[in-house]
């Protein structure tokens, strides 16, 4: 597939900005463009996240021309770099070939699907050293897997950054909310208690929505919870699909009971991966190439326990000890098959489940916002849990999660009271307040931690 576009008018940027969906992707894309260092850039992210669409719209609205091929089943254009890695013959082939003009620093170069031919993205070693002033971004929805089983990354010669489902702040943004969305920047912005309310009720909608951009976009037309659970489980169908095509046959059972464990293993009050959940017997290294699989699609998101809170905290890491998340709070609830009623009305019924749903939701927005590694720390004896650890500007931050109103935070006191962090952070339903020994961040600013 070839698309070939030149930039749009203002009026026109204004009116697409509208009829389509912020993503903040575009602002690190932007830095990235800018960058006197700059390599070709690689993005990453699962299935359905919008990394075509902001490929596109990153050409669209900061080149003055964009040219985008995709590799699905374009086995013509594969063959321009089957003979050599000479980026001058490649980029002479690709204007003739694709009958367009390839200007430095006034192009965007979009290769797409690349996972399907390992040469592209080994060129782009040679984009890098050789004319580093074409501006080339890259993706593949399968690409973590296709590296993972023997196609050589070009380390150092690139640039990376990841896509995420749409955070709360691009959800905000896509209902109308622009100014809700600007003041969680900061939680101590005083109208992030003043909305209160708002930010309950569309935190709620995200709760059941979540981030998929196709879920987001309908939503937003119509409010229609069962018309986005339809294009939720359409995902979710489609991942399972993905399963069938690209993995070994020896090993699909695995990464699909993995993958339908993951709403019991969070529906656990101790929400640490199991091996027994999956099935009675299994040991960890029977499924550790169906946990990898997944991880290598971004299907799901690794959190490891560390034996202390020490910097750097990887260092701390016990990688037998961990708990997986599913990459979209809307996809954990579509594939728990959680009553939409239940989640906005708070239900008796959802009590249980709703713990799981909001430490889903939080660790999204730690990874979407800002550059944080989130590990959990317990004690020795698992008598107490700090839901999440992050580094920030030099130290261990822990993060207690409360789902509701819940003042308490038994856990969080007894870590402040053992290691004396300079920062503790307990995200709830409660409005901002600042306390002597923690702050209480209300869990629709979570992007402002």
Known sequence: MLHFFRRKSAHCLQKFYIDNMFRSIIEKMVQWKDSK???PLVLWGARQTGKTWAMKEFGKTHFEDCVYVSFYNNSRIAKIFEPDYDVRRILNALEIELRVKIVPEKTLLIFDEIQSVPKVLESLK???EDCPEYAVVVAGSLLGVAIHEGISFPVGKVN???????????????????RLAAYIDNPENAEVNEFADLYRERLKQYYIVGGMPEVVNLFRENQDYDACREIQNSI????EGDFGKHVDPRELP??????NSLPLQLAKENR??????IKKGARSKDFEIAIQWLLDCGLVHKVNMVSKPGMPLMAYAELDFFKIYMLDVGLLAAKSELDVSSVLNGNRIFTEFKGALTEQYVLQE???EKPYTPFYYASEKSTYEVDFLIQKKGNVVPIEVKA????????LRFFVDKFKPSTAIRTSMSPYRKQEWMVNVPLWAVKGI
């Not at 990841?162 to 622009?178: K, N, Q, R, T, V």
């Not at 979710?236 to 991942?239: K, P």
């Open 366 to 368: 730690l990874l979407a």
């Open 126 to 128: 040679y984009f890098c």
């Open 236 to 239: 979710l169908n489609q991942y």
């Open 272 to 277: 640490k991966f199991f091996f027994g959940q």
């Open 37 to 39: 260092n700059r390599k």
């Open 404 to 411: 509701e109103e819940n003042l308490k935070a038994k856990s």
């Open 254 to 259: 695995r990464i699909r009971m993995v993958w």
């Open 160 to 178: 990376e950054l990841w896509l995420h489902p749409m955070s709360f702040s691009e959800f905000l943004i896509a209902l109308g909310d622009e």
